[in-house]
């Protein structure tokens, strides 16, 4: 560390308006999974690309995801009781450009409805399928708290976002 308390070849800021790119290019140096969060809305299936996931408690099984309250379809998201968190796979990166604002969705896209009546993708990494536990302000997002009712997973190379870029990982074994 240097005197200031900046990295070696890097800066210190204020994380606040005027340093809103430098905050979220620093934000970018962390690597995340993609998801796709669907639910079943009401005029059909829907899905929500988020990188916002994460692993909660192992006792009860929880997760979490954090949708921006910004987004045109978080109203549905945000009162949704179920739904399934989807691991994308590394070669899932059509799947974004699918649920992005004016995508095709669903339409054409290969799914199966579960239990409780969600639309699932049986292609993804992993899949969660969740019932809402809590919900938590978290500034321009909501902290959604999902118990897991079932999970499943494929050996597949998961779809990897790391400064504005999309990529894959597979550990090495």
Known sequence: MMADGALPDGFTFI???ANARAFRDALGCFATGV?????AGPEGPMGFVANSFSSLS?????????????AS???HFAVAQHYTIHILAEDQHDIIARFMRGGAG?????????AEG??????????FDCVQHATHEGGDHLIVVGQVLRASQRDV????FKKGQYG???AKV
Not at 58 to 70: A, C, E, R
Not at 157 to 160: I, Q, R, S
């Open 35 to 39: 998801t796709l969060v669907t639910i």
């Open 106 to 114: 669903f339409d054409g896209l290969d799914h199966e409805i579960n």
């Open 73 to 75: 379809r978080y109203p």
């Open 15 to 17: 994380p606040d308006a």
């Open 168 to 170: 894959g990982f597979s």
């Open 118 to 127: 969600v639309p699932v993708l049986t292609t993804a990494a992993a899949r």
């Open 157 to 160: 190379a998961g779809l990897v």
């Open 58 to 70: 192992m006792d009860p099984p929880l997760v979490i995801w954090s949708p921006s309250k910004s």
